[in-house]
């Protein structure tokens, strides 16, 4: 039996020849110290992740409540009074056919609804492992700081989509059940065939989805920036709320322009037959400019973050 004064140390692990004495089991190590047969890119696969995500209760919960909002926004419809549908708001329209009423549910909850999902599944990943003092666990797994970060990010982005998606598809079938498929009728009255406003319908998801980053590397770069859930996924919606609020002061003028929020809800020029993308355009490269800075901050922070303490 082997002395264990005799074992190595890991100061002297420096040829691929060397082993140590583990468990009754000798592991050879590669030439740059890592245990033979490690490799980085196979660790927490996304799957893994992924299943440790959906088995949380926040996310079974964010994901239930995107599947009951048409319901209540329906029950809500149904129960008020008849006579107040006759004018040309978004709410006004919603009834008229199944595509308005899934066009209603997305603007009633792009400003804080998607917001604060977006802003839970990217702001909760990796401060709630610091709050539970398991980050520094992972990373001793070994699992490479930023691939665990990124690892992170393409789950939430995945429950994110997928909440986008269930949201939109649920409204969009709770409306056609209820109201029917009739066309896509804008605040102007333009009517927009039922196809046509089935493909305005996807687009608008997909504009969402893409504007929506912006938050989503906000929310990750507070994520790693504080041990508090709350603190990132909170700091990430109250920013999102002063956006909205400068968005309301005409005097700022052409800086609004700038504002993360400002074409939150261009997607609404897709109501009409003759589509203008200019504001589309603007929107989606916003969001995706800052979601680029956000997440390089995020990159920067979490490669030299103290996971120790």
Do not use: C
């Not at 400003?111 to 520094?136: I, M, Y």
């Not at 001793?140 to 700081?145: F, L």
């Not at 897709?270 to 800052?290: C, H, K, P, Q, V």
């Amino acid at each position: 039996m082997t002395d264990e004064a005799e074992q190595p140390k890991v100061g002297q692990l420096d040829t691929a020849e060397t082993a140590v004495v583990r468990s009754g089991r000798r592991h050879a190590f590669q030439p740059d110290g890592s245990v033979e047969g490690y490799r980085p890119k196979r660790t927490l696969p996304v799957r893994v992740e992924l299943a440790r995500q959906l088995r949380r209760r926040r996310t079974r919960l964010a994901l239930g409540f995107l599947v009951v909002l048409p319901f209540l926004l329906l029950l809500a419809f149904e129960i008020g009074d008849d006579g107040r549908r006759s004018g040309r708001t978004l709410a006004d329209m919603a009834t008229t056919s199944g595509l308005n009423f899934a066009v209603f549910t997305l603007f009633a909850s792009t400003n804080f609804l998607l917001v604060v999902v977006v802003a839970l599944f990217f702001g909760d990943t990796v401060a709630s492992e610091a709050s539970w003092s398991s980050l520094k666990y992972l990373l001793a797994a070994p699992v490479p700081r930023i691939r665990l970060l990124r690892q992170k990010a393409v789950v939430s982005a995945l429950l994110s989509g997928f909440g986008l998606v269930l949201l939109t598809a649920g409204a969009l079938g709770v409306g056609l059940l209820w109201f029917g498929g009739g066309e896509l009728v804008s605040t102007t009255g333009e009517a927009v065939p039922f196809p046509a406003g089935m493909m305005s319908l996807a687009v608008a998801t997909v504009y969402l989805a893409v504007h929506l980053t912006w938050i989503a590397g906000l929310a990750l770069w507070l994520s790693v920036s504080t041990d508090a859930p709350l603190g990132a996924v909170g700091g990430a919606v109250v920013v999102s709320i002063l956006s909205e609020i400068l968005d309301q002061i005409t005097a700022l003028g052409d800086l609004r322009d700038y504002l993360p929020t400002h074409y939150s809800t261009a997607y609404s020029d897709l109501l009409s037959e003759n589509i203008d993308w200019t504001a589309m355009a603007r929107g989606a490269f916003s969001g995706l400019a800052y979601a680029a800075v956000f997440t390089a901050l995020a990159i920067w922070r979490f490669h030299d973050k103290d996971i120790t303490s």
